[in-house]
């Protein structure tokens, strides 16, 4: 069996759950390849037996997570599985993620899903989530990719109810959905604008904001440069700020500045998301290494750490 891993990461969260998945399909025998979102291509489809499909969630899948699969030729039944990591909302990726897959004519076999550390401007540091995922979420992962392969064969054999049953849509689901379509109520970045000054821009020796712009918004080849959704400024509504983060000159500044967005996150309690966790801790799926009370609620991350840049790239790892 050959299985294709494609994954989307910021953070490097993903990116580590998706090797360890990988880890356990080889473990299973099977020919395993992972890739970037960004060098993976429809063409390259053909080639495998099985499609791992994995991002962050961003309320569900990521912008271009979502674009991938909703424009995937059929796939004519091609077996795959879908994962992600994420912060304190996880419950509404699958129920919109594999309805998306089965539209591409894929067949979802399994699913998973692991908790990760969050890195965003305004958010505390350290987060509710803090030191995930962890060792026992890799073992978890690499568990995950050998019954994938496992079962998949197993499946194409015929014993169809080792597919996974679709997750509930019980209150959980109900009240994230309620929770972002608050968020989504105007369709413009909560953290503001983020606006870029050429003066102070190191481009073409940096290029790092247009190389890791998930929508792919920003162009500083073209003529005359484009920056952002609107090609001037980016007030996407998916509340991305990675090339704010990444930015190390300040030439990518947010409007209002980044540190009044901060100020007005220190001493915020996010308590729909306190309530989820308690939630999913009482049900044995949240494991916290920190207590609720030291989760930085005054010191959201852009005061925990103030220089630029704000974030570093993780180093891609063996996979």
Known sequence: MKVLIIYYSQSGNTMRIAGHIARGCRAAGAETDVVKLKDASYGMLDGYDLIGLGSPVWKVATPN??????????????HCFAFNTHGTLPHLYFPVTLPN??????L??????????????????????????????????????????????????????????????????????????????????????????????????CHLCMDNCPMGYID??????????????????????????????GAIEMDPPGIEHAMKNKGVRHKPFEEMLKKDEAAGKFRPHIDMEDVGFDTPYLLWHPKRPYFTLPKDEDV
């Not at 897959?101 to 894929?106: E, K, T």
């Not at 080849?221 to 930015?247: I, T, Y």
């Open 65 to 78: 997570m979502h674009h991938f699969i909703t424009q995937m030729p059929d796939q004519k039944g091609k």
């Open 220 to 249: 500083l080849e073209a003529e005359p440069q484009r920056f952002g959704n609107r090609g001037f400024k980016c007030d996407d509504c998916h509340e991305c700020s990675f090339c704010f983060m990444l930015c190390p000159t």
């Open 101 to 106: 897959l089965r539209n591409a004519g894929l």
């Open 108 to 205: 979802p076999i399994g699913y998973n899903d692991w908790y990760g550390d969050v890195t965003m401007p305004g958010m505390p540091k350290p987060y509710y989530t803090f030191g995930h995922p962890d060792e026992q979420d890799f073992a978890e992962a690499e568990a995950f990719g050998r019954e994938m392969v496992e079962n998949s064969a197993r499946i194409a054999a015929g014993e169809t109810e080792l597919i996974y049953p679709d997750p509930p849509l019980d209150e959980k689901v109900m009240t994230q959905a309620l929770i972002c379509s608050n968020m989504l109520a105007e369709p413009v970045n909560p953290q503001g604008d983020f606006l870029r000054d050429p003066e102070k821009c190191a481009y073409p020796a």
